[in-house]
């Protein structure tokens, strides 16, 4: 079996192919933040400030859009007449439809019965037939086979896919070139889609940088995949609906596997702290998905060193702003001194 690896070339050159098409999201920093991490860890890090790519304010309210536009490039001339068919929670699916819009490519989703409205209407908007079928993604996994058999359409996955992973990568770009001493970066984990080309772009230009996945702990599949040394399957569970993958790719097991420093569980609590926390403090509104990694620092949960130059990825802003409230009320105590 051919290595599943994605290399530096390849994500230089999904970049290239994004270039002019998509937003360079800004890199935002908090003295607060970095001072809550201080708070919760004894840890002074780099200018006193924690760095934060802000991936929300990108098309579509998310990164996702970087993997899905390099995919369709990547599909042949029949491929593209066919269609794709995917399943998402939202984000991805809102990535696909985009990409699918600006390409001519035909873009069906298979979401679950209660995802979230916006996320819903937002894919629609974009042009996407969407089939709401299942309770979780594992049966809308189901519903997406059908429909691709019946249909003869090209099943490209949310996450687990080498072009996908190479156009996430141009993030882990963009972060070099605005931070070149960064020390650590830390990421979101579904299935794995972002942090794999991140980890690639950021280990293969910079081998000593650490970078740290974060998975909520009822939602752990590539944990579980790790553990393993396979792709196990599971029953997500967590408040980040972006962060329900029933499984980790072949293809991003195997890059985190040679690229990614450790994986970090956080509960609920802990997520909905960087949601508030990101409200509150840096005037931005972000998913609980996109929040995941934020709290893990300010809980403390991420190793650091004195002196790291550390920033984090802000993955998605797609939230339901009728939820804010109870999400925030959900939220776990800040570390005081």
């Known amino acids: 079996m051919a290595e599943r690896h994605v290399s530096l070339p390849d994500i230089t050159a999904a970049r290239t192919l994004l270039q002019g098409r998509l937003h360079r999201t800004p890199l935002l920093s908090s003295r607060t933040a970095a001072k809550a991490i201080w708070v919760s860890t004894g840890v002074e890090i780099a200018d006193g400030r924690l760095h934060l790519k802000a991936e929300h304010l990108q098309k579509t309210g998310s990164f996702k859009p970087r993997g899905a536009l390099a995919v369709l490039a990547s599909l042949t001339a029949d491929e593209r007449a066919r269609g794709i068919i995917t399943i998402s929670a939202g984000n991805a699916a809102q990535g696909y439809a985009w990409a699918g819009a600006a390409t001519g490519v035909d873009v069906t989703v298979v979401m679950p019965v209660a995802a979230v409205r916006s996320k819903l209407e937002a894919t629609l908007a974009y042009g996407a037939e969407v089939v709401l079928h299942g309770t979780h993604i ?200």
């Not at 396979?230 to 690229?259: C, H, K, N």
Request: aromatic residues 4%; hydrophobic residues 45%.
């Open 138 to 337: 594992g049966e809308s996994m189901e519903r997406m086979e059908q429909l691709r058999d019946e249909r003869g359409l090209v099943y490209i996955s949310p996450f687990d896919h080498p072009a996908f992973i190479a156009g996430t990568g141009s993030i882990g770009l963009e972060i070099l070139e605005d931070l070149p001493d960064v020390d650590v970066v830390v990421s979101p984990i579904g299935g794995g889609g972002l942090i794999s080309g991140v980890a690639a772009a950021l280990k293969e230009s910079r081998p000593g940088v650490r970078v740290y996945g974060v998975e909520p702990e009822r939602a752990n599949a590539m944990s579980l995949a790790l553990a393993a040394g396979r792709v196990v399957r599971i029953g997500p569970v967590s408040v980040a609906d972006g962060l329900l993958a029933p499984f980790a790719g072949e293809w991003t097991l195997a890059m985190t596997q040679r690229y990614v420093d450790d994986v970090i569980l956080v509960d609920d609590p802990t997520i909905l702290g960087g949601v508030r926390f990101a409200a509150e403090r840096l005037k931005q509104v972000v998913e609980p998905a996109g929040a995941a990694a934020l709290g893990a620092l300010l809980y403390g949960l991420v190793p650091l060193r004195p002196g790291d130059c550390v920033a984090t990825i802000l993955s998605g802003g797609n939230i339901d702003v009728s939820r804010l409230g109870e999400l925030v009320q959900g939220a776990a105590p800040m570390p005081t001194a």
